[in-house]
T-cell receptor, first 112, second 115 residues
Framework: LAKTTQPISMDSYEGQEVNITCSHN???????ITWYQQFPSQGPRFIIQ???TKVTNEVASLFIPADRKSSTLSLPRVSLSDTAVYYC?????????????FGQGTELSVKP | DAGVTQSPTHLIKTRGQHVTLRCSPI?????VSWYQQVLGQGPQFIFQ???????GRGNFPDRFSARQFPNYSSELNVNALLLGDSALYLC??????????????FGPGTRLTVL
């Protein structure tokens, strides 16, 4: 199973762009990259998913290089409400017995 | 539309007791998964059910069991509670169990405290 490595924590200020990079060196051909956001005492919330190149939605962008061994979640102009833990997940999602595999995540702290 | 709902919100039990947690998936979703999240860690997969059949099981002891009902709601049961079972228990629902791009929608969780 593909393992992910991401920074434990990051600090930012309101209005800045935040980029969180995730390493997944042994990603499989059929694997997708998915990011979730979690606020304290709440369930994780889907942010974005991609397979290659660039994916953008109303919340974030996901950049995936050609070798797919890493990916970067980009949050434009963060606000205090973006303070949360961000998880990078890699897998066919359901080619692993139906389970999502979460790592420790990146704790993002946005300061005024 | 209602999202994933879980009950109860909070629960306090003592060691050795039994607990039942409940989850109602998003309307139309047939897959329900359960996760345990200990403070400071990411969620850990416990079970997945699809169409009332178990489709996946994580590395948890037999004290943990679950089932899915005809209306796709689900129960997670934990017997002989240990202090280490104290955690946030999350339920997630989805459309399928074998799609690469099926998004999982999580409920707010049940906070279980074992004293």
């Amino acid at each position: 199973l593909a393992k992910t490595t991401q920074p434990i924590s990051m600090d930012s200020y309101e209005g800045q762009e935040v980029n969180i990079t995730c390493s997944h060196n042994n990603i499989a051909t059929n694997d997708y990259i998915t990011w979730y956001q979690q606020f304290p005492s709440q369930g994780p919330r889907f942010i974005i998913q991609g397979y290659k190149t660039k994916v953008t939605n109303e919340v974030a962008s996901l950049f995936i290089p050609a070798d797919r061994k890493s990916s970067t979640l980009s949050l434009p102009r963060v606000s205090l409400s973006d303070t949360a833990v961000y998880y990078c997940l890699v897998g066919g999602v359901y080619n692993q017995g139906g389970k999502l595999i979460f790592g420790q995540g990146t704790e993002l702290s946005v300061k005024p | 539309d209602a999202g994933v709902t879980q009950s109860p919100t909070h629960l306090i039990k003592t060691r050795g007791q039994h607990v039942t947690l409940r989850c109602s998936p998003i309307s139309g979703h047939k897959s329900v998964s359960w996760y345990q999240q200990v403070l400071g860690q990411g969620p850990q997969f416990i079970f997945q059910y699809y169409e009332k059949e178990e489709r996946g099981r994580g590395n948890f002891p037999d004290r943990f069991s679950a089932r899915q009902f005809p209306n796709y709601s689900s129960e997670l049961n934990v017997n002989a509670l240990l202090l280490g079972d104290s955690a946030l228990y999350l339920c997630a629902s989805g459309n399928s169990y074998d799609s690469y791009t099926d998004t999982q929608y999580f409920g707010p969780g049940t906070r279980l405290t074992v004293l």
